[in-house]
């Protein structure tokens, strides 16, 4: 060894067989790792993400809420027949926010205990609906029996 001072030095060394099988399993767990921190970033990205959007919604419902000085409450309201027209009105203000003209499904008379059992209102109007079975066309027999006389079997 030459004489003067000593240290060492970062060179390339070759690996033998069993350091290359032992950097191989290595190299698989860290692949492995990567996977699993690359899914949960990807999921706490997405839980951000939808923070985030609710905060953007919250944030917007306030701003236009602020710019126009109103927004949508929950009011008790009243319907009211007036001259061939149904109005509904504020209970608060006695403000009419709604008018339209009385229709022929407004005038008919409810059925007491229709509304209280969805199933029984099935029964009364269940063929008016989109989703009730149609009605089979009825078709008589050919030949009909005489009355009184019952056909003779085999014929």
């Known amino acids: 060894m030459a004489d003067g001072r000593q240290f060492t030095r970062d060179l390339p060394v070759r690996l033998n067989d069993d350091e290359l099988q032992l950097y191989g399993k290595l190299l698989a767990i860290k692949v492995q790792e990567e996977e699993a921190v690359d899914a949960q970033k990807k999921q706490v990205s997405k839980e951000y993400s939808t923070r985030l959007g609710a905060i ?29 027209m149904i109005e509904i009105v504020r209970a608060d203000t006695g403000e009419v926010v709604e008018s339209r003209p009385v229709t022929p499904a407004d005038q008919q008379t409810q059925i007491p205990g229709l509304d209280d059992d969805p199933g029984m209102r099935s029964v009364f109007v269940g063929a008016a609906t989109d989703d009730a079975p149609e009605a089979e066309p009825f078709n008589p027999p050919a030949e009909k029996a005489k009355r009184g006389k019952r056909p003779k079997a085999g014929k």
């Open 56 to 84: 953007r919604c919250e944030q917007a419902r306030l701003a236009d809420a602020r710019s126009k000085g109103l927004e949508l409450r929950p009011v008790e309201c009243a319907e009211r027949w007036h001259a061939g």
